[in-house]
T-cell receptor
Framework: AQTVTQSQPEMSVQEAETVTLSCTYD???????LFWYKQPPSRQMILVIR??????QNATENRFSVNFQKAAKSFSLKISDSQLGDTAMYFC????????????FGGGTRLMVKP | EAGVVQSPRYKIIEKKQPVAFWCNPI?????LYWYRQNLGQGPELLIR????????DSQLPKDRFSAERLKGVDSTLKIQPAELGDSAVYLC????????????????FGEGSWLTVV
């Protein structure tokens, strides 16, 4: 079974600064997919960024980027130029590439962006 | 393109009453999921459908929960009778048929249905 660990229950950052959220996972799979989802108070899970395990290049989506370290099983999220609207819960998620795969979530990190 | 649509957004019921949630997935998505999310936790899978077939319902409390996906599109999740511990957000999600690429394996969520059992 796969596990996903987010070791930072809460974090805060000043507006316009950069923050990094950590995520580690445990798996014996070689082919898998990793995701970061944002969940604002409305509770909708919004896809932020995604990464394929067999791609070396780190994914980037505007102000969001990841640092994917496959050997270390680490998948951190960096938010640059933080905005007030980034305040939310952030969930790291893992999905194996085989059939019958299931999305496993970490426990979440609550991010507060301060003005 | 329309996203995953869920209704109702909010529901307050007394314990022992029934409740039902509806979900319409993204057009063309074969796989549909129901997740439950308790306060302060990540979502947990209740059931997964491939078209109209439930392929993973191991986490669904079958004594009181039921789900269906007739015609392989819309789905309903029912709880009868509801208990206090069922208070949670019920998230519906969908994805293309799980394949070997990133797109097929990306899951998109609806806004969720908040259930409060009093």
């Amino acid at each position: 079974a796969q596990t996903v660990t987010q070791s930072q229950p809460e974090m805060s950052v000043q507006e316009a600064e950069t923050v990094t959220l950590s995520c580690t996972y445990d798996t014996s799979e070689n082919n898998y997919y990793l995701f970061w989802y944002k969940q604002p108070p409305s509770r909708q899970m919004i896809l932020v960024i995604r990464q394929e395990a067999y791609k070396q290049q780190n994914a980037t989506e505007n102000r969001f980027s990841v640092n994917f370290q496959k050997a270390a099983k680490s998948f951190s999220l960096k938010i640059s130029d933080s905005q007030l609207g980034d305040t939310a819960m952030y969930f790291c998620a893992f999905r194996p590439g085989n059939a019958g795969n299931m999305l496993t979530f970490g426990g979440g990190t609550r991010l507060m962006v301060k003005p | 393109e329309a996203g995953v649509v869920q209704s109702p957004r909010y529901k307050i019921i007394e314990k022992k009453q029934p409740v039902a949630f509806w979900c319409n997935p993204i057009s063309g998505h074969n796989t549909l999921y129901w997740y439950r999310q308790n306060l302060g936790q990540g979502p947990e899978l209740l059931i997964r459908y491939e078209n109209e077939e439930a392929v993973d319902d191991s986490q669904l409390p079958k004594d009181r929960f039921s789900a269906e996906r007739l015609k392989g599109v819309d789905s309903t999740l029912k709880i009868q009778p509801a208990e206090l511990g069922d208070s949670a957000v019920y998230l519906c999600a969908s994805s293309q048929r799980a394949g070997t690429d990133l797109l097929g394996n990306t899951i998109y969520f609806g806004e969720g249905s908040w259930l409060t059992v009093v």
